[in-house]
């Protein structure tokens, strides 16, 4: 009796939970910058958490055709002295790994290794960046197996939402395209791989940037002696900057007969990363739905019950960016989801965020960043946008001191500016006939094919 007394007393200790600590500071390692003769910008970052070291090499080379998706797969698999296999087995022996991933903006060869061999990491990467040979028997795997992944994704109504969306806000600029009809991968050739890879993986077009146990003088010593000897490839043409104008609200439907749900996305064109808005952007975007305790979360699951997880993100790239809200309810609710969604919207561009929302999503900006830097490739991938998306180099190390001073009419001019409910796009996957009429006010209604 005695113990459950002390249990029962000692209760409310442990329910009162003590206000999360402030953030750390992230601590930046110095930054050295150089350009190789032939216009390969090496960028040097030491970092002595792990005797390692993380080698990413970037080129202004994104995946707006099957080419460039194409090309971007079958980059490591081989190259005019190296197999596939070899190249692996060469990773292994220095504690290393290597893989290559392509984004709207750009395609990036990730690799990392014990700190002892970035000599040998830089020729491995060098080596595949300059000669990659494209097998025939490589290129025609990475078709059938490219082919076999885009008939899966295009049965997930999440990602038919997305690529329509995509279509609606970017046009025929290189961002609407997301992955090609797997009935046109055939006629791409090795050929035609070694070509986009010859105009485009050129040093001048590229940036290398090296965060782990170095020394930034020995490092860059050695990234010349593997680099330097790169051609440099002609200038790249310009990339268009001409983008949709939607004079009103227009809904894309995408029939999916005997749905039971509607997956909802809401989105409309913003500005490039680099914009003065982006900072206050990506807050108010937080307060909307980009956080777990958002303005949707609490209207539309906890009060509506529509659904468990409303979101929204702001994406925004080197040329333009997108602001997206997004759910999946029942049929039954779809009309009244999109007009509370459209109504949080409009709420941020109208009414003033509160001081409690605003320290949250200061906080969780702060706590977010940090969590990223807790590694050699978490600070790679960071120091990565400052060049793929134009930023000023001091970007980084003023992110903090900006969020922290945002106000909330600077989150509700970004949010007035940019949450734009009128000329947006609402595309909805789901039964059509049975949400059609609940659709109907809320746009011209067109059913993709």
């Known amino acids: 009796m005695r113990r459950l007394l002390i249990f029962f007393i000692a209760l409310p200790l442990f329910a009162q939970q003590p206000p999360p600590a402030p953030p750390k500071p992230v601590q930046w390692p110095p930054m050295t910058e150089k350009k190789l003769d032939n216009g390969l910008t090496v960028v040097l970052v030491p970092l002595h958490n792990v005797p390692k070291v993380e080698c990413d090499l970037s080129f202004l080379a994104g995946r707006g055709s099957a080419v460039a998706q194409l090309a971007a797969r079958v980059l490591p698999e081989g190259t005019a002295t190296r197999s596939s296999k070899q190249i692996k087995e060469e990773l292994r022996a220095i504690g ?86 797997p009935k046109a991968l055939p006629k791409v050739t090795a050929s035609s791989l070694k070509e986009f890879a010859a105009a485009r993986y050129v040093p001048n ?74 900072i206050a952007l990506r807050t108010a975007d937080t307060i909307l739905g980009g956080a777990f305790y958002s303005r949707l979360t609490r209207n539309i699951r906890e009060s509506k019950g529509y659904s468990y997880s409303p979101t929204s993100f702001a994406v925004l790239r080197r040329y333009a960016g997108e602001v997206t809200t997004t759910a999946a309810v029942r049929n039954e609710v779809t009309g009244p989801a999109i007009l509370e969604m459209l109504y949080e919207m409009d709420r941020m561009r109208v009414e003033p965020v509160t001081k409690e929302e605003l320290d949250s999503a200061k906080t969780y900006s702060n706590g977010t960043m940090a969590l990223e830097l807790e590694s050699q490739a978490g600070f790679a991938q960071r120091i990565r946008t400052l060049y793929i998306y134009d930023l000023p180099r001091d970007f980084l190390t003023t992110f903090s001191e900006k969020i922290n001073a945002l106000t909330p009419a600077d989150i509700g001019n970004a949010a007035a500016k940019y949450f734009d409910t009128y000329r947006g796009a609402i595309v909805i996957v789901g039964d059509y006939k049975a949400v059609k009429a609940q659709v109907a006010p809320f746009g011209d209604v067109v059913v993709v094919k």
């Open 96 to 181: 290393g790994d290597l893989s290559v991933n392509t984004d709207p903006d750009s395609t990036t060869i990730t690799s990392s290794a014990l700190s002892d061999f970035t000599p040998r990491l830089f020729e491995i990467v060098s080596d595949i960046a300059q000669h990659a040979s494209y097998p025939k028997s490589e290129v025609e795997l990475a078709k059938t197996n490219f082919a076999n992944e885009i008939e899966e994704e295009r049965s997930q109504p999440d990602f038919l939402a997305e690529e329509q969306l995509a279509k609606a806000v970017y046009g025929a600029h290189p961002y609407g395209f997301t992955v090609p009809d």
């Open 205 to 278: 077009n590229a940036v290398l940037i090296v965060v782990g146990d170095i020394e930034p003088g020995a490092a860059f010593a050695e990234a010349k002696k593997a680099f330097g000897g790169w051609k440099r490839g002609a200038a790249q043409p310009a990339v268009p900057t001409a983008f949709p104008k939607r004079e009103k609200r227009t809904v894309y439907f995408i029939d999916r007969p005997g749905s039971v749900q509607s997956t909802i996305y809401i989105g409309a064109i913003a500005p490039p990363r680099k914009s003065p808005d982006y």
